[in-house]
């Protein structure tokens, strides 16, 4: 263990937040796995949505302890409204109450400046790998879904990042908001001479979009489904690189530091 990580600031891992008690157990499975690869930081779970605590109640009770800094990694595959709208204003609402805390928000865990981050390929290949297709010649990378065209661009560029990777096609797929659906994606490779698809899984964790991709996409021919990315060794990495990445020069200038006193 390195005496630097004793000290270095508590992160704060923020979800989206679901009804579906798997995915708060999946956020909890990934601070667990953080934690593993960096003995001495506090990482601690927290949700925007349905599931407690949120953001705001743990950066407060990190101030009150003493803390003077944290780090708050978002656990989204794309920066759309909740990391351009949600994540600020809970972070502006901790000096609602007095705290004072120093808090950096990191890059989602998507690509961040047009990179495609090989750790998020790394876990994506590991879940098709565990997936047992036994072998396929087109794949979907199934995603959750936005109606911000930049954030879909972001999708894309996974997209065709694994699928060079793999040498094989690769469509994208939304649950939600955008065109097209699972069942869509498989059902054009399918016509356009792919013989076995098989669906990527662009989810953290598992909940009803996921269930809903499992669904459609066996119903239009695909081989298997791949898992959500959850509590990856890989996801925990990347995680890691995105907290170092944002602390790097903490008493320096920051592009994305949200200081709230």
Do not use: Q
Request: with cysteine; hydrophobic share 50%.
């Amino acid at each position: 263990m390195r005496a630097a990580h004793l000290t270095a600031p508590p992160v704060v891992l923020v979800a989206h937040g679901s009804r579906d008690p798997r995915a708060a157990e999946a956020t909890r499975a990934l601070a667990r796995a953080v934690t593993a690869a960096r003995p001495g930081v506090p990482v601690l779970p927290s949700w925007l949505d349905h599931t407690e605590p949120g953001p705001a109640v743990v950066l407060r009770e990190l101030a009150a302890a003493g803390r003077p800094r944290a780090v708050l990694v978002p656990l989204l595959l794309t920066a759309a409204y909740h990391r351009k709208v949600d994540i600020p204003a809970a972070v502006a609402a901790v000096g609602t109450g007095g705290a004072s805390i120093d808090v950096r928000v990191t890059e989602v865990l998507g690509p961040a400046d047009g990179v495609v981050d090989a750790r998020l390929l790394g876990g994506l290949r590991r879940r098709l790998a565990e997936a047992g297709p036994g072998g396929y010649d087109a794949l979907v990378l199934a995603a959750a879904g936005t109606r911000d065209p930049r954030a879909r661009g972001s999708v894309g560029r996974v997209a065709a990042a694994l699928g060079a990777e793999l040498g094989v096609r690769c469509r994208v797929s939304y649950a939600s908001a955008a065109p097209p659906a699972a069942n869509v994606a498989v059902a054009k490779l399918r016509a356009g001479g792919a013989g076995r698809v098989a669906v990527a899984a662009y989810f953290l964790a598992p909940g009803l979009f996921h269930d809903g991709v499992v669904a459609a996409a066996g119903g239009a021919g695909a081989v298997a489904v791949a898992d959500p990315l959850t509590d990856l060794p890989e996801l925990a990495e990347l995680v890691l690189r995105r907290v170092d990445d944002a602390s790097a020069g903490w008493a320096g200038a920051v592009t994305d530091v949200a200081a709230v006193r």
